[in-house]
Nanobody, 121 residues
Framework: QVHLVESGGGLVQAGGSLSLSCAAS????????MGWYRQVPGKERELVAT???????RYEDSVRGRFTISRDNAKKRVSLQMNSLKPEDTAVYYC???????????????WGQGTQVTVSS
């Protein structure tokens, strides 16, 4: 069974830094895109950053230049370094991965359980 396990959430003051990590485990043939999404109460889940298996990245406009996404394909792990944090970054952050289990199946979407990031003013 495939699992995505996140770590690194917490409470930090505005201007501080925090690092998130997510590791995929289980019987996995391949992982295409991995990334991070976030959600606050009353709003839709939004993309924060994604990274392809080849290293191509996308960032939400408000985090570009402050956040850095990276991945280790051998370890099936994706990380998000968050610097210069702002109160509006407060949200539950979810790990995401597009995973192929076998050669006979297409890609499926997998989500982590979410980790709370709170930025105080």
């Amino acid at each position: 069974q495939v699992h995505l396990v996140e770590s690194g959430g917490g409470l930090v003051q505005a201007g501080g830094s925090l690092s998130l990590s997510c590791a995929a485990s289980g019987s996995i043939f391949a992982i295409a895109t991995m990334g991070w999404y976030r959600q606050v109460p009353g709003k839709e889940r939004e993309l924060v950053a994604t990274i392809t298996s080849g290293g191509g990245t996308r960032y939400e406009d408000s985090v570009r230049g402050r956040f850095t996404i990276s991945r280790d394909n051998a370890k099936k792990r994706v990380s998000l370094q968050m610097n210069s944090l702002k109160p509006e970054d407060t949200a539950v952050y979810y790990c995401y991965a597009e995973i192929t289990l076998t050669k006979l199946r297409g890609r499926d979407d997998y989500w982590g359980q979410g980790t709370q990031v709170t930025v105080s003013s």
